[in-house]
């Protein structure tokens, strides 16, 4: 199953690359990405699929929105669950 992430980061040195790495150590997969400049931000649209169904894309989301300079903005899928609602994933 695919999820798909858009994120508001900042255009600093490195912020790209975090953002990477928490993704691919958290064990997912980047189907596709895509990265727009708008100023002194990048909106970046990634597509992300788990190495195992064991992987809760909520919980990388709560994981990326604690990196200092990302900003989750939504997420078209309908497995999108705001941060404050969001529930337990399946063991």
Request: glycine fraction near 8%.
């Amino acid at each position: 199953m695919t999820d798909t992430f858009i994120l508001q980061i900042d255009c600093a040195e490195g912020s790209l690359q975090r953002l990477i790495g928490v993704i691919e150590r958290r064990g997912f997969h980047i189907d596709r990405m895509s990265v727009s400049d708008s100023g002194n931000c990048r909106e970046v649209r990634l597509r992300l699929r788990g190495r195992d169904p064991s992987r809760c894309t909520d919980v990388l989301g709560r994981q990326l929105d604690r990196l200092i300079g990302v900003r989750r903005l939504g997420s078209p899928t309908p497995s999108f669950v705001p941060v404050e609602e969001a529930a337990p994933c399946p063991v």
